[in-house]
Structures are given as structure tokens and as C-alpha cells.
DNA sequence: CCTTTTTTTGAATATACATTCAAGATATGT
DNA sequence: ACATATCTTGAATGTATATTCAAAAAAAGG
């Protein structure tokens, strides 16, 4: 953040903010996922980041800017999560199976683990501002493209797909996904989340 | 609501609610169904119902009551909206497609059509309200219910199926619904829900 | 038409909230 | 140590909101 400005042929710094932007924004959005967007109010806010209201406001415009910077981290955090779940993968269905896995778990954990930032803030307020609509469709597309990027590796001892079926395959995979998070907000039985992702195993693999 | 009180032996009939309840609380639904209960303000009820804040609070005893009282209404809206759905269906799969088909026409409609009132509910406010939670997840059970039904009736041409595989294939088939829901929040491209769709009944029919 | 109690009315209340702002604190180059 | 602009502080502001309440209107049997 640190900047120049010259007066008088003298150079100055600029003061430099003193938060941690990550961890901030980890905790705002912990916060979101917990209470949704209306229910978690400014004083929770700087409760939780422990930053003063004006600070917010300087740094993020408001309370909407936070929750889009916050939305930002969250993709960054998820996109580095799936790279590393995915790596040294041995075929698509270790990949997928891998990835209902890492789901299911987070599905019985505590409530701002089961719940994805992302769809339920488009099911809250999606429909009330477009701006925030636009950024929750792109960063839900990237993850389909990240899934659909697996069923077109050519992973040994598996034919080859066709751009079209991969793309199919990944929107019945992401539409399952958001079904077994819906699904777990009423029933966060192990067992059964567990016989929902084979289901979605099967049915994802079959030709 | 009529009753009786008496008073020095004349008998006196209590003054009858004025307003059409099943009415009232079909707008309120719609009203919760598009804008979500946070921002569902009590002057934007008392517009959508014609029933000023007294009598609300009268009737439903707070914001809260309403909701409830319009959960019970959509339940009861819904479940008769099935029944005849499923009237004179000749088969499992032709049980499931109209299932679907009205579905997926639900989600290119408005946008109070395309959501159900249950899940975006749950989503919204389940975590932080226990009494709402359990009527929810009660009346979402009861949808599961209806499904299973469908699975376990003795169709012409098909074998039976245990109690077991149906449970297990009606909770399937409701998790693909609550997926196409949140899907269509992003994408309503009718092609797209239909492949959805089409994959969902393929994979609820497979043994 | 009278009596009684409920429903209806809508202004008033109290609270919660997002946002602003001006004063004070701090970092950085000279 | 000084100068400067930014960051930080947190009380103040204005708005929006759920809820209450007392007066007025209405229903219905006598």
C-alpha cells in the first residue's frame, strides 16, 4: 500500500495501514458465512476484524465492499484449497472422489464450514444487487470450469471427452455439489450426506 | 374465529377477522419468497397484505408469526399442487418428468416462482432461529416423504423396490431439486436446466 | 338501537443500524 | 527532530425498522 508524494522537492511516505488485509477479510467472511449479510451488522464487523468502523469505511467503502473483498479472499482461499486437494491425482474418479471427501467433511463440521460463501450470499441478496449477482455467477462458473478441467485430463486408462460432454458432466457435478450443501443445512447426517456423494460419484462417472 | 361469551345471560357473538387469510398470506409468501425475510420490511407486508401493523400483530402475533403462518400456507399449497401433479402418472419416469418439467419451468419463471420459500428460508435465517428450523426441515422431510412414494408405488411394468433403495433414491432426487434451484439463481438458460434435468432422471432411474 | 368485545387503524415509540467526521496518532523521508 | 499526508479512533448522525397502544369502527344477539 505504501505510496509517494513530493512537495516542495521533498519525497514523503505515505503511512501505511496497520491490519493484516487477509486475516481481516478471513474473519469478515467467516462472519458472513455464519450470519449471512444482513444479520451480521457493523459493530459485529469490527467486533470480529477488529477494526474501527472509519477504518472499514477507508478501506473498503462499506459494509457491500467488504463483503466483496471478502468474496475475492474467499475465491483466492477455495482455488488454492482445490489445487492442492487435486494434485497428484492418479484418475478423475480419485479427483471427484477427493473432492466429496473434502465436502462431506466440511459439511458436518461447524456451520461457517458447511455453508458456501458464495451460493448463500447469491440466495440471500443476489437478487437485490446485480453487482454483487455478477461477481457470485463469475467465481461460481470459475469452479465449474476447475471441475470440468478434470474430466478432460486425460487420465491413463480413460477415453478421451468431448468439450461439450465435459462441460455437461461438470454442471451436473456443481449442481450436485450446491444440492448436498442445501441438503446438509437440514440433515447434517454423516452417513447420509456420505451415501448422497456416492450417489453423485456414480452418477457423475457413468457414461 | 367466531366464538361466544356471555355476560348477565345474554349471549353476544365476538366481531369475525375481516380479511381473507389464505389471501394474506399468499402475498406475504411472495413477498418473502422475493425478497427473503430480512428485507421484507413491515410497511412492505402491510402494502402486500392490506392489513395494517395492529392487525398483523393481532393476528400472527409478530413478523415471525407471519412467516410461520405463510410456511404453513405454502406447505399446504404446495403438497395439494403435487397430488395433482402426480394424478393419473402411468409410470415412475413419467412421475419423475413432470416432476421436473415443472420444476425446471418454475426456474425460468419470475423470480418469486423460482425460488421455494423452504430453502431460501433455511439458507437465510435456519442457523439463527431453532423454531424455524425444525418446522422447515419437517416440512422438507415431507417432500422426501412424497417422492419416496412415488418409488415405492407398484408401477405397471416395474419391479418393487425395498423400503430401503427408495429412502435412499427419494433423498437423492430431492438433492438434485435443491441443486437445480441454487443453479438457476445463476444461470437461468432454459437448455441448460433441461440437460440438468434430463441427467437428474437418468440417474434417479438407474438401478 | 343498545351493549359488549373484538377487530381495525395508524401514529408514536424505541431500538438497531450503516455511515460520517473531525480530532488525534503514526509512519516515513529529510 | 520536523513536516506531511494517511491511518485510526469512536462518538455523533440520520435513517430504517419492528413493535406497541389507545382510540375508533364494526359485528351480532337481544
Known sequence: MA???????????MRTAEFNRESVLRNAMQAFMTYGYNKTSMPKLTEVTGLHPGSI?????NKKGLLLAAIEQYQADRRAHYQ??????????????????????ECVADESKKVCLL??????IGEQDK????ALSTHLQQFESLIKQQFLTPWPDSEVMSEEAATNKARFFIMCVYGIRTYSATQCNS??????ADQTLAASLSP
Open 57 to 61: 469505511y477507508c478501506a473498503f467503502k
Open 3 to 13: 505510496a509517494e508524494f513530493v512537495v516542495d522537492s521533498h519525497r514523503y511516505a
Open 131 to 134: 453487482e454483487i449477482q455478477s
Open 191 to 196: 452417513a447420509e450426506l456420505q451415501a448422497l
Open 84 to 105: 492442492q486437494l487435486f494434485e497428484n491425482s492418479t484418475s478423475l474418479r480419485c479427483a471427484l472422489e477427493r473432492f466429496l471427501q473434502d465436502l462431506t467433511n
Open 119 to 124: 451460493t448463500k450470499t447469491l440466495n440471500e
